[in-house]
């Protein structure tokens, strides 16, 4: 099976606990994907800029937290999406927040798809499969492999 690449993105250490819990909690049929964790916006862009820089494959999905420090997610996601070489990757908002006003801030700053984090476990865990599946497995999108 091919292996799919997911950059996560939270400052919040359980939350990424908790994430990469849930991603890696495997299922029948699912390949294990390759995670990369970023602690927060800056971080993620420059894992992101030194990949095009280095010749190395692209996530193929990032989810990303819309509350942080310094880069919140909407600076991210613009980044992202005026960067010729990144503005094709889907970006998944994952956070606690169910706000009007920053889903469709998210939305309309470029993001692909808005989730809520579940609180119950099992329940965030089916959303991180169900999410995973979506996007790696049965999204087609145009960046070339």
Not at 50 to 59: I, N
Not at 68 to 84: E, N
Not at 130 to 137: G, K, L, M, R, V
Request: aromatic share 4%.
């Amino acid at each position: 099976m091919i292996t799919h690449r997911i950059l996560l993105v939270d400052d919040n250490p359980n939350d990424l606990e908790l994430a990469l819990s849930a991603i890696g909690g495997e299922k029948v049929g699912e390949s294990m994907p390759e995670v990369v964790v970023a602690g927060g916006g800056q971080e993620a862009l420059r894992l992101l800029r030194c990949a095009v820089k280095c010749g190395r494959p692209l996530p193929d999905l990032i989810l990303l937290d819309l509350k942080m420090p310094q880069m919140d997610g909407l600076g991210v996601l613009d980044a992202v999406r005026a960067d010729g070489d990144l503005r094709d990757i889907p970006v998944v908002m994952l956070t606690t927040s169910g706000e009007d006003r920053d889903i469709r801030d998210a939305y309309a700053h470029g993001a692909s798809a808005y989730v809520i984090k579940p609180l119950d476990f099992a329940q965030f865990s089916e959303a991180m499969h169900t999410i995973q599946a979506f996007w790696t497995n049965l999204n087609r999108h145009p960046r070339l492999y």
